[in-house]
């Protein structure tokens, strides 16, 4: 699913509290020449708790948990209809930038976008 070469493919990267785990996804792809990266939590106190205009501006959705993939579906289920969201697997039991969780990203997120 690539977009023209002169367009990035817009990517955001959810998890629960938006501590850890999605802000490790964001940090990790963010120089990435073909994608433009945010992330955000779900739950009401995360750091950044997804918007409406995450939604709208995402191409594709990664979530950490399929628990995520439910909570953004109930909150934002027609928006959603048109997105692609991928369910990494990815549980909570990581800090920033652990060197396993760097390791289950850089093995999943390539193949689901697509990129090298």
Known sequence: MKPPAQQ???VLFVCS?????SPTAETLWRRHPELNVRSGG??????????EDDIRWADVILVMEEKHKSRLKAEYTRLLDFRQVHVLDIPDEYKYMDA???GQLNEAV????GID
């Open 8 to 10: 990035k493919t817009n």
């Open 17 to 21: 509290k938006n501590q850890w785990r």
């Open 42 to 51: 779900t739950s009401p106190n995360a750091r950044h708790h997804v918007s």
């Open 100 to 102: 396993e969780l760097v």
């Open 110 to 113: 390539p193949s689901i976008l």
